[in-house]
């Protein structure tokens, strides 16, 4: 039982290159997130997704695109990439919310994404 | 719009030493509430959790949390700090099916 795996580990970019992220999770879990981590700022949201083939906007998703083709699965895009997306990139998943509440998420090691 | 907030970025403890770190959230009704460690190149891993029930809540690693709805806090405490102790920790509250992070809290553990 791997939990969440995040793929790569490290990359660094040129401004204008696009790359994806990848993140699995084997704990059957519906729910997957993609967040960035900066300096300060905590972790923030920039897609989730609720199932397999569902997609939604968290509070920072411009310049990404994310998939969810299957459950297992929950790719991140970046189609030009630009400085200030020079992050850490973190994917989490959990289980549906019970009767509106909240659910644990657990988390993937990370994604140190350098954009030069 | 909800939100959480730590207000200590960076807390410097001796080793032994008792340990309270903050967390406020923005009112609302049954907040669920959520306190993660990160240490250094790794990813979040879960301390404890409050949904309802008994206001004090036990975690892992000696850590536990007590939920105060009248100060709209949810501080994390430890009774006697361990060097292994030092890492990044988040407050969060629970939205929808999504988590709601405050900006961390950087534990400095000295000698």
């Known amino acids: 039982n791997a939990g969440v795996t995040q793929t790569p580990k490290f990359r660094v970019l040129k401004t204008g290159q696009s790359m994806t992220l990848l993140c699995a999770q084997d704990m059957n879990h519906e729910y997957m997130y993609w967040y960035r981590q900066d300096p300060g700022m905590g972790l923030r949201l920039i897609h989730y997704s609720v199932g397999e083939g569902t997609t939604a906007k968290g509070e920072v998703p411009d310049g990404y695109n994310v998939s969810r083709l299957k459950k297992q699965n929950f790719l991140l895009g970046l189609e030009s990439a630009a400085p200030s997306q020079t992050s850490v990139y973190f994917c989490a998943s959990s289980y549906s919310p019970l009767a509106g509440g909240p659910n644990e998420q657990f988390f993937g090691p990370g994604t140190r994404l350098t954009v030069l | 719009a909800q939100s959480v907030t730590q207000p200590d970025i960076h807390i410097t403890v001796s080793e032994g030493a008792s340990l309270e770190l903050r967390c406020n959230y923005s009112?609302?009704?049954?907040?669920?509430l959520f306190w993660y460690v990160q240490s250094p190149g790794q990813g979040l891993q879960l301390l404890l959790k409050y949904f309802s029930g008994d206001t004090l809540v036990q975690g892992i690693k000696g850590f536990e949390a007590e939920f105060k709805r009248s100060q709209s806090s949810f501080n994390l405490r430890k009774p006697s700090v361990h060097w292994s102790d030092a890492a990044e920790y988040f407050c969060?509250?629970?939205?929808?099916?999504?988590?709601?992070f405050g900006q961390g809290t950087e534990l400095s553990v000295k000698p």
């Open positions: 009112y609302g009704a049954t907040p669920y």
């Open positions: 969060a509250r629970g939205q929808g099916g999504k988590l709601i």
